[in-house]
């Protein structure tokens, strides 16, 4: 009943900007924190960004300065807003809601950086 899309992927070159966002729908409580994940093929999924219900966000190393991560209690949802991206940065995308039950995720939206 509970799902996560994402939207905004797409082809960029480099140094360009994306900005993602994922709307959760169905019945979700207590949740903790929303993110961002990425995966690359042959790779581990690997942490993006995450934010708390009360505005706390962390970010991995290789994406401080520019991504930025903002959300929409109210409405379920969150962004990463995604600026100078690199052909590393090349991943599938995915929306991740952290509950105290369980983690919900989204199916990935593709992210493509050429450069």
């Known amino acids: 009943q509970v799902q996560l899309v994402e939207s905004g992927g797409g082809l960029v070159q480099a140094g360009g900007s994306l900005r993602l966002s994922c709307a959760a729908s169905?019945?979700?409580?207590?949740?903790?924190?929303m993110g961002w994940y990425r995966q690359a093929p042959g790779k581990q999924r690997e942490l993006v960004a995450t934010?708390?219900?009360?505005?706390?966000?962390n970010y991995a190393e290789y994406v401080k300065g520019r991504f930025t991560i903002s959300r929409d209690n109210a409405e379920n949802k969150v962004y990463l807003q995604m600026n100078s991206l690199k052909p590393e940065d090349t991943a599938v995308y995915y929306c991740?809601?952290?509950?105290?039950?369980?983690?919900?995720w989204g199916q990935g939206t593709q992210v493509t950086v050429s450069s």
């Open positions: 991740n809601i952290d509950t105290w039950r369980e983690d919900y």
């Open positions: 169905g019945s979700i409580f207590s949740i903790n924190a």
């Open positions: 934010i708390s219900v009360t505005g706390s966000t």
